[in-house]
């Protein structure tokens, strides 16, 4: 193993995909839709259904438009990365494994204070939840840790286990940098040094203007209904397509799924959700994550129908 | 006899749970071998985040042998009385035996239960055990089903006597019990084997685990209080967070470390909550300056560095928490500085408190409203009260607040403060949510008092006014708390004031406010008559309010009400203060209308007062005696009168002047329900036979002539001793004379006579209440 301390943000990410990929987890690659956060991505969202095992790991980038802060705030971000593990059925030595991940980032369990800290996790817009801790490396928080107990509304059997990691936090503790903005992306000796600033500062305003500004609250309302009857138009379709061939299109539907999460978040970015409001729509948006979960545990990945 | 040693380890179990698990596990292993038939000298259990073990101490070897006899039919009876014993017993025919039964002969079946060994019985205890233990949550894992708290992964179960030791088989959804277990996550991570729970104590301490958590806690508050000492500070105690800690590691190492001189500005309630909610951090305070400087933390760690990367790693984390509550509370002070402390308050009309009772502002203006009533009552001046209400509540505006709720008060009086209000005013930013509890402390400044009080009455009025009454253990408003406040506020306080003329304030208030929030889109219909809020139509322009049969409120739009629905009839409004009766809802029967609103609630606090004068040491009866006097909402006079009489009942003079009143009582109420007629005028000396009489006659002159200036200048005492002078002669007088004698005028003068001692008595409290 690699005992030398990591320089950038992205040799932290380098590591933890090589250390999982060695722990036998297939490395995806990200989703190509805006999340909230990694567990939307299917790999965790339906995987976590159904009896066949699974082992997975990825970075999800995330977008939550309501903690933009233009790019000034030194921890808070509109636009951030999770690195994420689902492993199911969870092994037995997962909180051993989990250890391993940090010593493999440069965190020395013999230097450093490591804690697991009572934080059960519940998701009321994917109707999941499960129990587990957060973990505290000297009294910060850089990893969640959970078993899955119940997603979409259904018992997960077998159990997943699924641990998050928020890389920018965990990141700028392991390399000791105080504003987001100042992290190395690269190797800080690359002739084109890039800290995270360089990549993200803009991006940060520009999506912060809109997010809280300019974003057309008319149209992401209307694009919210749109998804959601779409989601729910693909799932009452004819298990049988023209050809005859069984083929339930939980994936799809639960793209439509994601979109209205997403869609739901920009809105109370802009601030048209009242209080009262808000719990109908996340309302809405778990009713369809529950509909695509009893979509997607009647396929064959769901374990629905024998490989 | 053999000791037991089990321990169950898993992964980390919440700090919280751990005491409850604790109890629950020794109860329900104990319990499962006392009824298996086992008996043991002492159980001690003990957790740490990653284990909960039981140790049990001579524990019998195994359980007698029970033999049990039961006679059956006799051999003449039908074939189906002995199938049926048969079945009972569990037995086969051949294992019957046949005896002589007295009356011929009879079957007899003899049950052998055989003593069984302790750890067969253990084994099913702890399976039953670790399958229905009771923790607050708990889940499963991997591919099994077995629930517990978080993963389980070894169970050691070991009976240990002279001879050695020896494992107790069992096996949970494969985990087989065992004699191992493992030390410290980081510091000794390997397993070992035990012998016993010496030796296992033992090793685990050498492998970094202090089992007992209070151990770990008193070398946690050892150490922190020895650094702080040695920097010139002191621990703030918090027992709560101590358990909590000694609950989150197995080797305790103690670091201390310094605020940042730039935080060292923030009030020390802002310091001391943000480290304790977000770090679990002890606080340490300056003695001599009563600011908080240092804090504690405490690591599951020892290091190489002994602790400098941990110290390091944990300040940065505070300095970024404490940057956060910097910025509110500068940000805090900038808005009261540029708006006050009523325009930070301004927000508050947005804030939704009840959706029947409006917004938190509403509420404000109703607090300020009887605010002002009560000033005059406790002492304090009408404009500063209502000032005091109408800012008490603006630090729920304040960032601070939005991220500490638990701060609400506290940053009032410093917001508060800084605007320059008067320290009255600032004061009762925090006091007036006093009392919290039934010992939290009471409130004294009067305009604190006036706030307080108006506060506790309009959420009870506010809440019977929608008919949101506390049931049985259901008080989600945590009414019965505030009626408690109430009752604390005015006897600590001495407060003399009519408490339904309060009620009745604060129902107006509410009552309309509940018109005003239906008028505001949510469509209400009370149906308790003449009381609350009725109207008709989708529109909702047609409401008005009513209390107790009194119109209150009606909308002030050109085409306000003219007609409504009230307790069944229609209604017609003339004017805001008068309206007829039209007709009859749908032909329903009219009803009269019942009990007001107000005395409802009336009788709720006479409730809590009884629970809190039981709690010290007055009898129900005695209050019930009390309450059944006039101005019985004056709760003040009525503990007074209360705390007379229970004294009074306690002295020998008390005790037979009660039994002389019940027999005076008896024989008139005899008499008058024979005579049906009321005996309670023209007793005459005159007519006075005895000498008894005659003294007595004279007893009850004097007795009155006392009774009345004391009652009137609520001199109980006073009014009781000389009620108690009425003792001796009312002994002698029944001693000597029959009241019911033959002769009808000395008769009926004897009566009238009893009718002024009953008169007398029932001056000073209603003795029929009062029980033996």
Known sequence: MNTTAPRSFQEIILRLQSYWAAQGCAVLQPYDMEVGAGTFHPATTLRALGSRPWAAAYVQPSRRPTDGRYGENPNRLQHYYQYQVLIKPSPANL?????????????????????????????????????????????????????????????????????????????????????????????????????????????????????????????????????????ERILAAQPEDKAGRRIVMAHPAYDQCIKASHLFNLLDARGVISVTERQAYIGRVRALAKKCADAFVTTEAGGGVAA | MPDLLIELFSEEIPARMQAKAREDLKKLVTDGLVEAGLTYRGAQAFSTPRRLTLAIEALTA??????????????????????????????????????????????????????????????????????????????????????????????????????????????????????????????????????????????????????????????????????????????????????????????????????????????????????????????????????????????????????????????????????????????????????????????????????????????????????????????????????????????????????????????????????GLPEAVANACKAHYQPLGPSDDVPTEPVSVAVALADKIDTLTGFWAIDEKPTGSKDPFALRRAALGVIRLVLMGDLRCNLADLLEHGLDLNVVATAKAGHLGKRQRLKSNFNGVEGEGETLTRFVAFNNGKMIWMPDTEDSVREAWVGGKLVRVRTPSSFEMVKDYEGEEAVAPAGSIAGDLLSFFHDRLKVHLKDQGIRHDVIDACLAMPGNDDLTLLVKRAEALAAFLKTDDGENLLQGFKRANNILTQAEEKDGVEYSFGADPKFAEDATERTLFDALDAAEAAIAPAMKSEDFTAAMSAMAALRAPMDAFFEAVQVNTDNAVVRRNRLNLLSRIRAICLSVADLNRIEG
């Not at chain 1, 817009?125 to 959970?146: H, I, N």
């Open chain 2, 62 to 419: 195994e359980s007698r042998a029970v033999r049990e006899e039961r006679k059956g039919p006799a051999t003449t009876a039908p074939e189906a009385a002995l199938q049926g014993f048969l079945r009972s017993t569990g037995l086969t025919l051949d294992q019957l035996e046949v005896r002589d039964a007295g009356k011929g002969q009879a079957y007899f079946a003899v049950i052998e239960k055989p003593g069984r060994k302790a750890a067969e019985i253990i084994a099913e205890v702890l399976e039953a055990t670790i399958r229905t233990f009771p923790w607050p949550k708990s889940m499963r894992w991997g591919s099994g089903t077995l629930r517990w708290v978080r993963p389980l992964h070894s169970i050691l179960c070991l009976l240990t006597d002279d001879h050695g030791s020896e494992v107790v088989e069992l096996n949970i959804d494969g985990i087989a019990s065992g004699d191992t277990t493992r030390g410290h996550r980081f510091l000794s991570p390997d397993s070992f084997a035990v012998t016993g729970f010496d030796d296992y104590a033992a090793k685990l301490k050498r492998a970094h685990v202090i089992l007992s958590s209070e151990d770990r806690a008193e070398h946690i508050w050892h150490d922190a209080t020895n650094m702080a000492f040695a920097s010139g500070l002191e621990v703030v105690e918090d027992k709560g967070l101590l358990t909590e800690v000694a609950g989150l590691v197995e080797w305790p190492v103690v670091l201390m470390g310094k605020i940042d001189d730039d935080f060292l500005g923030l009030p020390p309630e802002v310091l001391q909550t943000s480290m304790k909610e977000h770090q679990k951090f002890f606080s340490c305070r300056n003695p001599k300056t009563g600011r908080i400087e240092g804090f504690i933390t405490v690591a599951n760690n020892a290091t190489a560095d002994h602790g400098a990367t941990i110290l390091k790693g944990n300040q940065k984390v505070l300095s970024a928490r404490l940057s956060d509550a910097k910025f509110f509370w500068e940000n805090d002070l900038r808005t009261v500085d540029q708006v006050g402390m009523e325009g930070m308050a301004a927000g508050l009309a947005n804030v939704t408190f009840h959706n029947k009772l409006g917004s938190q502002a509403d509420r404000i203006g109703r607090i300020e409203a009887l605010a002002r009533e009560i000033a005059p009552l406790v002492g304090a001046a009408p404009d500063l009260a209502a000032e005091a209400a109408r800012v008490a509540k603006a630090d729920l505006q304040s960032a601070m607040v939005g991220e500490f709720p638990e701060l609400q008060g506290t940053m009032g009086v410093y917001y508060a403060r800084a605007a």
């Open chain 1, 95 to 231: 909180q051993d494994l989990y250890l391993g991940s940090l010593a493999a980032i440069g965190i020395d369990a013999g230097l450093h204070d490591i804690r697991f800290v009572e934080d059960d996790w519940e998701s009321p817009t994917l109707g999941a939840w499960g129990l587990g801790w957060e973990v505290w490396c000297d009294g910060m928080e850089v990893s969640q840790f959970t078993y899955f107990q119940q997603v979409g509304g259904h018992d997960c059997k077998p159990v997943s286990g699924e641990l998050t990691y928020g890389l920018e936090r965990l990141a700028m503790y392991v390399l000791g940098i105080d504003h987001v903005m100042e992290m190395p992306f690269n190797d800080p000796d690359a002739p084109i040094a890039l800290k995270y600033g360089d990549i993200f500062r803009q991006t940060e305003q520009e999506y912060s203007r809109w997010n809280f500004d300019q974003a057309d609250t008319e149209m992401l309302l209307k694009h919210f209904e749109d998804a959601e009857a779409e989601c």
